[in-house]
T-cell receptor, first 114, second 111 residues
Framework: DVKVTQSSRYLVKRTGEKVFLECVQD?????MFWYRQDPGLGLRLIYF???????EKGDIPEGYSVSREKKERFSLILESASTNQTSMYLC?????????????FGPGTRLTVT | GQNIDQPTEMTATEGAIVQINCTYQ??????LFWYQQHAGEAPTFLSY????GLEEKGRFSSFLSRSKGYSYLLLKELQMKDSASYLC????????????FGAGTTVTVRA
């Protein structure tokens, strides 16, 4: 079974703090993604990475950065947390087989910024 | 960009059939995903459609019409455990790494 793990299920941080969210997958997948999920808005893509040290902006990258130093690990960084970044953060890794795609999600990190 | 529309909520009875519609408007379409998400849990993959037509997987089927910008997820023989949110996601043609998600449809199954 594919396993995607995230460093914390619940996190509370103060405004202005630097926040690191870690994601690890154990299936040697090349592609990894960070989303945030907010009620009524669905999942929105923040950043993704298709290889080590490669990253690309998603739809809402402002206020975030990412790091992919090893294939299995993809980190999301909030440089200076703000209250509007309170959200559920979901990491995913993806396998592609021919024309077939499948994303596996981690359990999520519910971040509250006070 | 993508504009993806699905109903907010649906309610059905155990053993019944429910059809969740998803319409999309896109500048470039590659494929469409359906995910299931139970409350407080991560989304899990249900289906991926690229070609027009119906794909069946046990009690769940997914249909796509590319020309109409329309998909549906059909849940048959509903069980209580099917109570969840169902997410429709469109994959862009210009960048097939990017998925755009609808807001999700919450299905409640009643006894």
């Amino acid at each position: 079974d594919v396993k995607v793990t995230q460093s914390s299920r619940y996190l509370v941080k103060r405004t202005g703090e630097k926040v690191f969210l870690e994601c690890v997958q154990d299936m040697d997948h090349e592609n990894m993604f960070w989303y945030r999920q907010d009620p009524g808005l669905g999942l929105r893509l923040i950043y993704f990475s298709y290889d080590v040290k490669m990253k690309e902006k998603g739809d809402i990258p402002e206020g975030y950065s990412v790091s992919r130093e090893k294939k299995e690990r993809f980190s999301l960084i909030l440089e200076s947390a703000s209250t509007n970044q309170t959200s559920m953060y979901l990491c995913a890794s993806e396998i592609r087989t021919g024309s077939s795609y499948e994303q596996y999600f981690g359990p999520g990190t519910r971040l509250t910024v006070t | 960009g993508q504009n993806i529309d699905q109903p907010t909520e649906m309610t059905a009875t155990e053993g019944a059939i429910v059809q969740i519609n998803c319409t999309y408007q896109t500048s470039g379409f590659n494929g469409l995903f359906w995910y299931q998400q139970h409350a407080g849990e991560a989304p899990t993959f249900l289906s991926y459609n690229v070609l027009d037509g119906l794909e069946e997987k046990g009690r769940f089927s997914s249909f796509l019409s590319r020309s109409k910008g329309y998909s549906y997820l059909l849940l048959k023989e509903l069980q209580m455990k099917d109570s969840a949110s169902y997410l429709c996601a469109v994959q862009e043609r210009s960048n097939d790494y990017k998925l755009s998600f609808g807001a999700g449809t919450t299905v409640t199954v009643r006894a």
